[in-house]
């Protein structure tokens, strides 16, 4: 089985359909990867046992969704000083502030990188670790620029008549 690169972690299974975006893209590039439900709250052990054991697996950053006031990336950044990519998403009444807030207001000294409110802050997510892995992977530079381009053609070929 292949090592896995990256690692998403969600609280809930109803977080799943949003985060197979960011598995989506990591597909896309070709960047392996494992995806766990585990939760702040709800498994705090099960958490940071994970995490403690991760970087020996060879895991390179972490992707921590949740919604509601989430503490998921905050928790997972307190056991490694692997980098953390933290999705904040629309699960309550509040849709995603509460989660937003929660993941990017950070204190000093654990820093917890913040992405947008659900499907695009799955997607960025998943290329903000790519850029991360592309530091020492070279072929994941070219994708990445390979990526972009198509947006820009996309883009300028969708004029208005
Ligand atoms: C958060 O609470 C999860 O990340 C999810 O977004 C939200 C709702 O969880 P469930 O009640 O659906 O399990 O912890």
Redesign the pocket.
Known sequence: MTTPQIAIL???A??MKIMQETGQILDQFGVTYEMKVL?A?RTPEETAEYVKSAEGRGIQAFIAA???A?HLAGAVAAQCVLPVIGVP?D?SSLQGLDSLLSTVQMPKGIPVACVTIGKAGAINAGLFAIQILSRSQPELVEKLKDYREKMREQILSSQPS
Do not use: R, Y
Request: aromatic residues 8%.
């Open positions: 969600m609280g809930s109803s977080d939760s709250h949740a919604g509601f989430a998403l699960a």
